[in-house]
Nanobody
Framework: QVQLVESGGGLVQAGGSLRLSCAAS????????MAWYRQAPGTQRELVAAITSGGGTNYADSVKGRFTISRDNAKNTVYLQMNNLKPEDTAVYYC????????????WGQGTQVTVSS
């Protein structure tokens, strides 16, 4: 059984910064792509940023230049550094990871709330 546990969300003023963390645990053989998604009320869940096992990254256009995704493979952890936050970044942020145990599957964290006040 695999668990993804997120931390680091909260309330911040516009222009501020937050750092999200997501740690994977369980009977893990390999972790492939890790990613952050977000979902604001009344909207669909959207990809924010992703990072491959080799360190390749991609970002949503709305966060390019402000957010940075990184990972620590030794700790099975992915991070999202969010700078210059805007009210439109307010959402629940979810960690996602492509993980092989005895099968390969996608796993989701429980979500962490990020609220940016104007």
């Amino acid at each position: 059984q695999v668990q993804l546990v997120e931390s680091g969300g909260g309330l911040v003023q516009a222009g501020g910064s937050l750092r999200l963390s997501c740690a994977a645990s369980g009977n893990i053989a390999s972790i492939y792509t890790m990613a952050w998604y977000r979902q604001a009320p009344g909207t669909q869940r959207e990809l924010v940023a992703a990072i491959t096992s080799g360190g390749g990254t991609n970002y949503a256009d709305s966060v390019k230049g402000r957010f940075t995704i990184s990972r620590d493979n030794a700790k099975n952890t992915v991070y999202l550094q969010m700078n210059n936050l805007k009210p439109e970044d307010t959402a629940v942020y979810y960690c996602n990871a492509d993980i092989r145990t005895w099968v390969r599957a996608a796993y989701w964290g429980q979500g962490t709330q990020v609220t940016v006040s104007s």
